[in-house]
């Protein structure tokens, strides 16, 4: 069994400042960890993935995510807000269970940007 | 290159209608997917499809969903008998394969459904 708790549903920056978005999850197995993001009205894009390979990994747009096993965490940070940002982050936790592919979804985290 | 296509990219439908739900996946993807998103809600898993495994329907709400997809590759959503709860965003998503270098899954754009 695997789950992912995105712990914060909105999360509210200034233009220029740091963003957190914050991800634990719990897997039996050796996961792959993927940050989605969707714009209003658009479909779900990658942002980065992690298999296991580098603890930190780099994604598009400035994003990064810093894989910690010991605190089951996968956090989304970026140094610098841009409003184009401003969007819905899912945190994912994909893991074969049972033979089959389980892929499971945090709840999302809306990260608005004010200029 | 391609990415994953969905049709129709709206749909109204009446209750008590049937409908379906076209997904065309990025070629060569093994894998595929199907997802519901409801308003304010996250990602719904219905059915999956590996190679020629038979799908995993874990997900499907009730018996009135089924899915099918035909030669490895197009897959087709169908939803008997429309009710209101059904109104929802139908995601669909490819993977080149399901082991860890290869399950990046890829979304396409959509299919908003409104049952009135």
């Known amino acids: 069994a695997q789950s992912v708790t995105q712990l914060d549903s909105h999360v509210s920056v200034s233009e220029g400042t740091p963003v957190l978005l914050r991800c634990n999850y719990s897997?039996?197995?050796?996961?792959?960890l993927f940050w989605y993001v969707q714009h209003p009205n658009k479909g779900l894009q990658l942002l980065l993935k992690?298999?296991?390979?580098?603890?930190l990994v780099k994604g598009i747009n400035g994003f990064e995510a810093e894989f910690k096993k010991s605190e089951t965490s996968f956090h989304l940070t970026k140094p610098s807000a841009h409003m184009s940002d401003a969007a819905e982050y899912f945190c994912?936790?994909?893991?074969?269970?049972?033979?089959?592919?389980?892929?499971?979804f945090g709840s999302g985290t809306r990260l608005q940007v004010q200029p | 290159g391609a990415g994953v296509s969905q049709s129709p990219s709206n749909k109204v439908t009446e209750k008590g209608k049937d409908v379906e739900l076209r997904c065309d996946p990025i070629?060569?993807?093994?894998?595929l997917y199907w997802y519901r998103q409801s308003l304010g809600q996250g990602l719904e898993f219905l059915i999956y499809?590996?190679?020629?495994?038979?799908?995993?329907k874990s997900g499907l709400p009730s018996d009135r969903f089924s899915a099918e997809r035909t030669g490895g590759s197009v897959s087709t959503l169908t939803i008997q008998r429309t009710q209101q709860e059904d109104s929802a965003v139908y995601l669909c998503?490819?993977?080149?394969?399901?082991?860890?270098?290869?399950?990046?899954?890829?979304f396409g754009p959509g299919t908003r459904l409104t049952v009135l």
């Open positions: 499809f590996q190679g020629n495994s038979a799908p995993d």
């Open positions: 897997s039996s197995y050796s996961p792959s």
């Open positions: 070629s060569g993807h093994t894998a």
């Open positions: 992690y298999t296991s390979a580098a603890t």
């Open positions: 998503a490819s993977s080149l394969g399901a082991g860890p270098s290869t399950d990046t899954q890829y």
């Open positions: 994912v936790v994909s893991a074969m269970d049972t033979g089959r592919r389980a892929l499971t």
